[in-house]
Every structure is written in structure tokens, then in C-alpha cells.
């Protein structure tokens, strides 16, 4: 180790080469930079590159495979290629990559990413809207707790992300519980990266706009574990759980978690302080599990919910769904809530389900936004499903 | 959208574009591939690339910058370009990043990766060694929290992450407490990633060679509410903490976290149950306010330590280091334990500070391997340390 080339700065405090290597190994530009006026700038540092490529989910979809635009960013002298939104952005949690000579890749010069099933992709937040319920704001913040559980019905030890209140460590107070599901693909992780539910969940209760309460985010991947990385398969890519995402297992298993929870938290253990929703698969699965046990829930969200199971679906869970409907219904649950975007490619499958809900007089709330099956509108159905709950 | 371009498959899972765009938008190549020999195999797809180069911290130190070796990598006639390991690797967690004609990244087709104060890389593991103690094994998990603690001394809410051992939820047991400490650019997050504690104890415990513990890592950097992105400072860039390094406030501090743990959590709350701990600057935390507080622990732990304080360090906790020293061994700590690399820049520090124990018959264990200040040390010495806790 050459002792000349440590700077005095770190000399002084007393790090070594190799956070060195950590702090200035990246590119030394800032990227992205957010201009006052919500106008953002992208950087890299690529003196030998030949093309640099940015694509985002704020661009309008454009005829690309990954329905993202791109635009081609420009070199200066010094070799950095940047690209700045000719308008200011609106509040918004984004995600963007870079494409180097033709490699798509995140934005070496900012660590924060989010992950996606197999996809990682850099990201960044615009505040001044609706995104300050995505912002970690100085609020009280509740705890997020990864723990396992044990399912006597799938015969595995399972990994879950539990939220808690702020306060519950500290108080004796029982919460009501809201199990969240995510969609195929997805996992534990999903609704805590991608659907930001603890700075959600923290702000609303600061804004007395929600309830205080327990969020369950459970594995809903009946053949799984944990997220890949986290479970005895080890540092797996992920992927879509195939033929266990309609076996009906997870669904007819799901009393496992509910006994987990009620045994171990201190919560409310009545069909009024319970709720269960999900995002695509997952409101799939809140759909059938709540009309399974219509006794459990009282509160019920579909998020541009897939309807119909497909293919070859033996399982009980999945059979006499008119019938388990009348059952659940006629049980009066306090809000049965439906959210689609309409661009959604499940649109169709959830107006004719509410024509169903329509001709039995079933009560419900819907949701309808724009844009389709993306993650900016599951997190808007989340900010106004929770409100309604256990109010 | 064209509902032509979806697959069977997608329309009979019930995903959409998006899901697809994130299982199938990275690189379809394995990488890395982990032969059954423990050869390795790096691949990207990059036909447009002129140059592809492979750096990890498995190849021997070169004269770069990073400290690291760099490969270049084949280009194959499909554009894939590709390096496999000459020679099987040791068991060990790994880190690596591709250069793309000068631009260091993460490899598009792996999801895991490890964040380094602002570098991220990708990562892998090698089994078969002592990298079996950093597996996510199949043996009972404990929980990992990341909660918020009101501290007086610093006047902020600040974050810690948690681990209780497996069954501490469904049980009533009290247990002895083990406090982590970071090194500077570290965070509340080091030592769960990159030192894969939840990991090591779980292995251990499983093992019989610990004792279940509660392990505390705290967020060091006194003027830091969290880590970067966890804060209400947004999703900044990490940094090192500068001025607030070795000011005093936090050692000064600390029995604000004590307060919560205990209050909070099932513990035993006397010195024989209170372990401290941390690497680098961590390690220098943890003999000043082992010291500053004689009464708190019988177990201290030093990895790769700053001794010295330097620059200009006023505060109180670090006066009379000799006279401190003499009350803190005078009340018989069960274990006092230094462990350093033989090529640490720190190892002559380590050498006088021993020399300094050594003159007062002061008792401690000493702990020497090869290589230097690096994360592949702190693990070994997180599984030599925490077997010595509480018996």
C-alpha cells in the first residue's frame, strides 16, 4: 500500500483505501440533479463511450420493447454525457436506466435503486405533490420488521415484512392489521421498496388521515421461501413462481399467517380491524381469500386485480365463486374497494366483474385513474385505500 | 398496446407489459455462473461495446486506482463477452463491477448487490468454507428490525436496525445484548449487508457455537438521522460524516440507544448481558465508550480499530485515556478482543496500543490474519467474536 496516496482527510479520520475505494470509486458527477423548478439533469461520466442512451418512466411510451422512451444524451468536452427534461417533472417516485453503447445499466453516480423482479433500475423522487406520501418526511416513523413465520399448510418456515406504528414498541395499545399482497413476480419486498408503504403508512398517520395499524406484507409465492437472495436457495435470479402462482395453495394456507400475527403482535382480532389488498395477482388473491373466509375481513382491495383464474385450476379456493360472493357479501363487509387504471390490459376483466357486483346489488367503491398496470398507480390506490380503513 | 406481442404465458399468469419489461429487460445471459469446480463465470451482453473489462476484489491487488485487479473480457460471435476464473475461488462473499468502455457498473443480469458507503457492486458467494457462515442457511431465522429511537444526547430521532434471535417473538425468554458498530461512511445498514450478521447469528446459533443474542447496529454519525434515502434529508449521496467523525457526541450518547433497547425489548440488562463491538472507527467507538462507561460491558470488541482520536478532538470522552483504561480493567471485563490484518494500515496503532495493555497486565485477546482493512476481515472476526459472548 503506497502511504503517500492516502489523502489527509482520511489519514485524519482514520478510514482506510478501501472506503476510499468505496466513496470515489463511482463517476464523480451528480446525477440526477434536480433543479429547483423540477426540471431534472442526468450525467455520466463516459469519455470513451460512443452512445449514451437514457430511459425512464417519466418519458411517454414509445414504440420500444420495453414501452419506455430514450432519448440520446450529449458528450461535452470532458467527456460527460448529460441530458436534461426540457419540463419540469410532476411529483412523482422515478425510475430510469442508462443504455451505454447499446448496454442498459443504473446510474453509476446515485446508489439508490429499486428492484423490480429480475429488473434494477436507478430511481429518484420529485416532491411538491402527491409524492411527499413517498418521502420519508420528519414525522414519528413506525418499524419495519422482516421475520419468519411457520405455514403448516405450505410446510415451510416463510419470510414476511411486517410495518408497525409508531409508538407500538413502546405502548400496550392492540392494532387493527391490513395484510398487503403482491403481484406475480413480486415478493415480501415488493410493496415495501416499490410501494414505499412505510413512508406512506407513516405519513398519513401524521397527517391523522389513517388509522394507526399493523401492515402484513406476506410472500404470496406458495413455492417460496423468501425473495430471492433471502431464502436457502441463495443468490437467485428471480422469476415469475410459474405453476404455483393458481395451485390455490397460498390462498387456502393463508390462516397460517393470520395466526402468526394475531399469536405474536399485539392487534385487534375481529373481522372489523382486519383488511386485505393487493396489486394484480394480489388482488386476485384478496378477491378469493376474503370470499374463502368471509368471516375474516371487512375491509377488501383490489388493485387492478386480475379476475378470473386461467389455465387449469383444480383448487377448491377457485370454485363456486358466485355463490362464495353471496356469502361474503351478505355478510356486509364495511368496504369493498376496486382501483384500475384505464389503459389497464385487465380493464375489460374488471368491468365485467363489477357488472356481476352491479346485478347482485354487492356493494363497492371504484377507483378508475389513467395509465395501466404500473407501480405509480398502485401506490396512489394505497394512499386512498387506507384512509377508509378501520374508521 | 399490441396484446399480439404478449406471450402465452404472461396472459395465463395474469402479469402485464410491466412485469414482463422487468423480468426480461435486463441481459438474458447467466452471470455470474458459479461452476460445480467454484470457477466462475462473468458474461454480458454488449455487441456494441468496444471494450469490457472485469474487476473484483478476488483478483489479486493491482497498481489501479481501486486497488483491484482488472480483467478484460472475450467478446464472442452473439456479442457476449466473457471471463471464467482461471482457478476455483476460495469460499467467500465477492464483489465485482464491469467496465463498459471506461464506465464501472453493476452487472446488469445479477439483482444482488451490496452498497459500500456511495459504491455499489454486484456480489456473489462461494460456498464450501467459511462463506457457509454469511448462507442463508436452512435453520431457524431471527427478525430483523429497523426501528427509530428517541435520543436525548443527539436531540434527533435516529434509526437502528435490530436482530432478535429465532423465537423471540412467540417466546417470553430475556436475552444479553450485543452492540455493532459501523466504521465512518458506514451507516445503520454495514453491518446487516455487508457483514451478513443476521446471517452469521442465525448460523451460529443454529450450529450451537452462540448463545441467542439481540444484536443492536446503530446509526453512528452523530449529525445523521439514518442512512442515506431512510432519512428526511431524501435520497442524498452517501458520505463520510466529516466533522461530527470524532466529536464525542455520539460515544457520549450511547446509553440513549441502551435506554431504548432495554426499555423496548426483552433483555437482561446487567454488564455480564452487554457486548460492544465495531470495525474501524467502530472499533474506536467501542473502546472509548467501553471506557467512558466502565460499569456497561464485559465484552469489547476492536476489529481493524482506530485508536488514536485525531485532529482537533476536545470532548471530554476521550481525556485520560490511561486513567479510564485502569478503572474499566480494574472491574475485570470477561473479554477484551483485538483483531487486526497484518497489512492494515492501522496494524502499527494496534501494535502500541497492545504494548500499552501489555505494560499494565491489562488481559485481552488477540486475533491476527492476513490481508487488511476489508470487509472479508470483519466477518471472520464477527464469527470468531460472537462465540465468546455470554457463555
Request: with cysteine; aromatic share 12%.
Amino acid at each position: 500500500m503506497k502511504k503517500t496516496a492516502i489523502p489527509a482527510i482520511l489519514l485524519l479520520t482514520g478510514t482506510a483505501i478501501f472506503a476510499q475505494q468505496a466513496l470515489w470509486g463511482g463517476q464523480e458527477v451528480v446525477s440526477p440533479e434536480i433543479h429547483n423548478d423540477y426540471r431534472v439533469s442526468f450525467r455520466l461520466n463516459a469519455p470513451h463511450a460512443l452512445k449514451i442512451e437514457l430511459t425512464g418512466d417519466f418519458f411517454p411510451a414509445g414504440e420500444q420493447q420495453d414501452s419506455q422512451g430514450t432519448v440520446e444524451m450529449t458528450k461535452n468536452a470532458q467527456g460527460v454525457w448529460e441530458y436534461t427534461t426540457p419540463e419540469p417533472l410532476p411529483s412523482e417516485l422515478y425510475s430510469y436506466s442508462f443504455r451505454i453503447d447499446g448496454v442498459k445499466v443504473t446510474d453509476p453516480a446515485n446508489v439508490h435503486q429499486i428492484r423490480d423482479v429480475a429488473s434494477v433500475t436507478s430511481t429518484f423522487l420529485i416532491g411538491g405533490g402527491q409524492a411527499d406520501l413517498y418521502k420519508v418526511n420528519a414525522v414519528p416513523h413506525g418499524a419495519v420488521t422482516r421475520c419468519w413465520y411457520d405455514s403448516p399448510g405450505l410446510e415451510m418456515n416463510r419470510r414476511l415484512t411486517v410495518y408497525t406504528p409508531p409508538g407500538y414498541e413502546s405502548g400496550g395499545a392492540e392494532y387493527p392489521v391490513f395484510y398487503l399482497l403482491h403481484g406475480a413476480g413480486g415478493d415480501e419486498e415488493a410493496w415495501i421498496a416499490l410501494g414505499r408503504t412505510s413512508q406512506i403508512l407513516d405519513n398519513l398517520i401524521a397527517l391523522g388521515r389513517a388509522q394507526p395499524m399493523i401492515v402484513v406484507m406476506a410472500n404470496c409465492n406458495a413455492g417460496q421461501e423468501a425473495a430471492p437472495g433471502e431464502s436457502s436457495e441463495g443468490l437467485v435470479r428471480p422469476s415469475f413462481a410459474g405453476t404455483t402462482l393458481m395451485d390455490g395453495r397460498f390462498e387456502a394456507a393463508f390462516p397460517d399467517i393470520i395466526r402468526f400475527i394475531e399469536s405474536n403482535y399485539r392487534v385487534k382480532k375481529d373481522k372489523a380491524c382486519r383488511a386485505i389488498a393487493g396489486l394484480s395477482m394480489g388482488g386476485f388473491r384478496s378477491m378469493h381469500i376474503s370470499k374463502q373466509y368471509p368471516d375474516l375481513f371487512d375491509y377488501v382491495g383490489l388493485f387492478s386485480a386480475v379476475i378470473e383464474p386461467r389455465g387449469e385450476v383444480t383448487s377448491e379456493v377457485f370454485q363456486n365463486t358466485g355463490e362464495k360472493l353471496k356469502v361474503q357479501f351478505a355478510k356486509k363487509p364495511k368496504c369493498y374497494y376496486i382501483a384500475i387504471g384505464n389503459t389497464d390490459f385487465l380493464y375489460q376483466a374488471n368491468v365485467d366483474f363489477r357488472r356481476k357486483l352491479d346485478e347482485n346489488q354487492y356493494p363497492y367503491l371504484y377507483c378508475e385513474t389513467g395509465e395501466g398496470h404500473i407501480w405509480k398507480n398502485w401506490r396512489i390506490y394505497l394512499t386512498k385505500f387506507v384512509p377508509m380503513l378501520f374508521q
